[in-house]
């Protein structure tokens, strides 16, 4: 007879074997690419040092001339990354806070010790090479000179924008007062109305309302809640790419609103939706296009046409979704436990809620859905299920072929039924207006395919770009680490075999060649990339010629039905329940809920963070954490794109309206200042400071001192601020306040803020401020502090010998 304390050593035991084989596991797999990684890299020097020019990358309608350094920059893209030419430029701070957030996964000490030592020791390697030998990229001179240069000719040439079209991956140069004027007549349309003041706070309100009333109503638990709840919103701001494929140069409209008070929540319910909803003509991308289109005869007297929807998410109508949720109520309805109503409350919150910023004025969109809004491809997706069933029970042919992406329709139809099918969309709905392509040559581009129909009726397809395309993917020569440069050429190569079903090896090679040179991709390189990923995409048709018996199904139907898909009441926890749902990276390490509680051991779970990409030396700390963190997956960001240097188009944010800073406040009295940290904006946090500061001479006016009781309790339960007034009797200068650093985890700031008072040696805070930061890390600051201080001197040495000679000379001037 077994107990429970035998049963839990057996379960522990299994837990922890289970590690052991993932470790293992993980290694053999690291091997394995590291050999196919250092075949890949070897002979992989580039033919020429410095980018060349993509002419077809760039668009001219400002009427200036462009230096040749400018347009070579510029052609590059705003993702490409630039490199970090003086270690104290780069984010050693965020990289500290952000290998600290992985290191305390684990609960152990030990093991947090263990690793902290040696990526320390990484670290203060790579701070004393670059300081002693620098960097021998002979391409970092041309950086340096093309950025200053860039830098000179933004800010001679205030009145023109640098914008990404919104097709064919162009860089436009155009006015921005022509900019301005586009913008504006978009806003005329009468889609939008102007608000009299900004509605955040409200929206914000009516938000966290809702929330609460699902807690209270034991819909959602209190993690999900605080996850949901809206913080520190900000407004979105719209801004236009230019549709460069078109004669007028026209702006599509774009409102990123992950800021917005119902981000979360209208993410949280486009996670019910997808979860309950499938529609059967739906595609996820071109492969699954292409494998469908294979297996497709058209009829006689049939030709393929494709059909698009004019401005779908601004013209979906808001009745139509509220009326096809209802209508599909009973598939929604199985994924999760809130009611109807309440459901059709928050959708219409998500919908109203369609505001944003052009110009310090507020303008809302009074149809259709927010364009950056997470829960609007899904909602439209519902509209357009709806009208293609019902407009298929009108047609009574059949349809071969339907398929569906996003507002994208490629059907076969018979010749003489065209106009037919056309009206009889439109008719749907005034709002709703389609356009056709008919196929020329019996073919038809759609999406990145062109796909054409053979003399025995079956149909082929290729890969395919648009003769506006520029071309540009990610260029060799970006700072961006090797494998992630290796993945963009692999796809790219494989996205050419796959889609060729013709087989066409030379035209395959040609294309690929093209692309990948244009893009400063080594010869040697390619012709790798290519021999591996055609022995993969070989392997993987055999494959699909010879799939295991399965139940024949047919994907595509002349009728739609929109089927269920069983699944338990969603939640944000990324549970063994719902791993069915799809966050990003950016939630997964934004959300504070990070473990499940099925799975009790931290080891058995995949965590994604972030990690600052510094060359040389983040790849190293990576191979590091593997060893000992297999749970986890690291995502490397840039710390320098190109995009940072382009003219900013949307409004710019206050700094004392943004939240997750750390700020500094000097002292009028004296040179100290004082750096604390707020995740709330830098305007409430002022608040508190002022009504501490007016407390204190509340109390100076009512004859307390320092030395009393009330003025003691006061300073020990307040900040170094207070501190410092109270001792010194100064004044602190809040009007001067300012923003030293960001981050847009929260979690990374109580770092943040150690760091900088660490490394600042005039500061007010007290030294336990820094308690919580290891010592470990001191003497990676303490060499930062000296090259500051040390630069710092060297700057204001020169600076005063400039003001010597400026004066001497103007002696010398007068004396003449």
Known sequence: MTSATSYDLVQKFIETQHIKFLKIQTKET?????KIYRRLTRNNTPDTE??????????????????????????????????????????????????????????????????????????????????????????????????????????????????????????????REDYNNKMLHLLNDPTYEILNK??????????????????????????????????????????????????????????????APTYKLAKYVSQILQSSFKSQYNIKDSFQLVKVLQQIKLPPDY?????????????????????????????????????????????????????????????????GTAMGSPSSPILCDLVMEGLLRNCTRKINFQIPVLIKYVDDLLLALPKDQLDY???????????????????????????????????????????????????????????????????????????????????????????????????????????????????????????????????????????????SVESPAISIQPTANNNHHHSTTAEQHTSPITTSSQH??????????????????????????????????????????????????????????????????????????????SRNSLKTRLVGHKSNVKKYEQLSDRGITRTDAEMQSMRDNCTALIAHIIDESHTIDLDNAKIIDRSRRSSSLPILEMCHIYTNTNTLNFRTDVNNLSSTYSNILQSLTNTQNTKSKIKTNVSDINKTNNTNTQNKIRHQ
């Open 30 to 34: 690291q091997k394995t690419q590291f």
């Open 421 to 563: 099918v056309l009206h009889t969309f439109n008719s749907y709905h005034p709002k709703l207006q389609f356009t056709m392509e008919v196929s020329k040559n019996n073919c038809i581009p759609f999406l990145d395919t062109v796909v054409s129909m053979n003399e025995d009726r079956t149909l082929n397809t290729e890969w395919y770009s648009k003769e506006i395309s520029s071309g540009r993917l990610l260029n060799y020569f970006s700072f961006h680490p090797l494998n992630v440069k290796l993945n963009v050429a692999r796809n790219f190569i494989k996205r050419v075999i796959m889609f060729d079903t013709r087989n066409q090896t030379s035209k395959q090679h040609t294309t690929i060649h093209k692309m990948l040179r244009l893009n400063n991709y080594p010869k040697h390189l390619i012709n790798r990339l290519i021999n591996r990923e055609s022995t993969i995409v070989q392997k993987t048709k055999q494959l699909n010629q010879h799939p295991p018996p399965t139940t024949p199904t047919s994907f595509i139907q002349p009728q739609i039905a929109v089927t």
């Open 600 to 677: 009790n051991d931290e080891c058995l779970q995949l965590q994604h963070f972030p990690l600052t990409y510094i060359p040389n030396l983040s790849n190293s700390i990576a191979k590091l954490i593997k060893n000992d963190y297999a749970n986890i997956r690291i995502a490397n960001s840039i710390p320098k794109p190109l995009g940072i240097f382009l003219p900013r188009v949307k409004d710019p944010i206050a700094p004392s309206e943004t939240p997750n800073i750390v700020y500094s406040i000097p002292c009028h009295s004296c040179s100290k200042q004082y750096i604390g940290m």
């Open 303 to 367: 030709i393929l046409v494709s059909f698009d929807v004019v401005s779908l998410f601004t013209n979906t109508p808001k009745r139509l979704i509220t009326h096809d949720i209802i209508m599909n109520w009973d598939t929604i309805g199985k994924a999760t436990n809130i009611s109807l109503d309440l459901f059709i409350e928050i959708i219409e919150l998500c919908l109203e809620s369609c505001y944003f910023c052009f110009g310090n004025k507020f303008y809302r969109q009074k149809e």
């Open 50 to 175: 410095t980018p060349t020019l993509n002419c077809g990358a760039i668009l001219n309608k400002s009427g200036k001339p462009i230096p040749p350094e400018v347009q070579t920059l510029i052609s590059l893209g705003p993702k490409f990354a630039l490199p970090i030419s003086d270690n104290i430029k780069a984010p050693m701070f965020h990289m500290i806070a952000e290998i600290e957030a992985i290191l305390n996964t684990k609960s152990d000490k030990t093991i947090q010790d263990k690793n902290r030592c040696v990526i320390v020791n990484k670290i203060q390697n790579y701070l004393y090479s670059t300081r002693m030998t620098g960097f021998k990229n002979p391409a970092i001179s041309f950086y340096k000179n093309a950025i200053k240069t860039t830098k000179k000719f933004i800010s001679d040439n205030k009145d023109i924008l640098i914008l990404q079209s919104d097709k064919g991956k162009r860089m436009v140069v155009m006015e």
């Open 198 to 259: 900004d509605p955040t706070n409200k929206i914000a309100k009516q938000t966290n309302n809702i929330i609460n009333r699902l807690l209270m109503l034991k819909l959602i638990d209190k993690k999900t809640a605080t996850f949901l709840e809206s913080k520190n919103p900000i407004r979105p701001c719209i801004y236009g790419q230019p549709k460069a494929h078109k004669p007028d140069l026209p702006l599509r409209p774009v409102v990123p609103n992950i800021t």
